[in-house]
């Protein structure tokens, strides 16, 4: 993934309502949501959520498709993917990112 594509992806992340509509649609994978559903969740205004989704969909985090008469929003799971592999990237410098197991000490009283 290049630098430019992660920057734009998470741009559009960047601002709060268009954050909460991406964490809505993945929550539902491939069903995806319509414009609707979002609005009855969100309660975003339908002229806002316009703006927000195309943002979304040019930063290619969203897919759409036209059902008859309904656009259906869905995650574009491959650039999720992506995204997170460069974010992970060299993690670690090379080593196992999960903390050694820790010990409980029990106590009794």
């Excluded at 989704?53 to 759409?64: C, D, F, G, M």
């Amino acid at each position: 993934m290049k630098n430019t594509d992660a920057v734009s992806a998470f741009l559009a992340l960047g601002q709060e309502s268009r954050l909460n509509i991406f964490r809505l649609i993945v929550q539902k994978g491939d069903v995806g949501l319509t414009p609707t559903q979002i609005i009855e969740k969100l309660g975003i205004p339908n002229a806002t959520l316009s703006f927000h989704l195309k943002e979304l969909v040019q930063a290619n985090l969203l897919l759409v498709e036209r059902q008859s008469r309904n656009l259906i929003y869905r995650p574009n799971a491959a650039l999720v993917q992506d995204l997170s592999a460069f974010l992970l990237d060299n993690c670690c410098g090379g080593k196992s990112c999960s903390p050694a197991k820790m010990t409980r000490k029990v106590t009794t009283a």
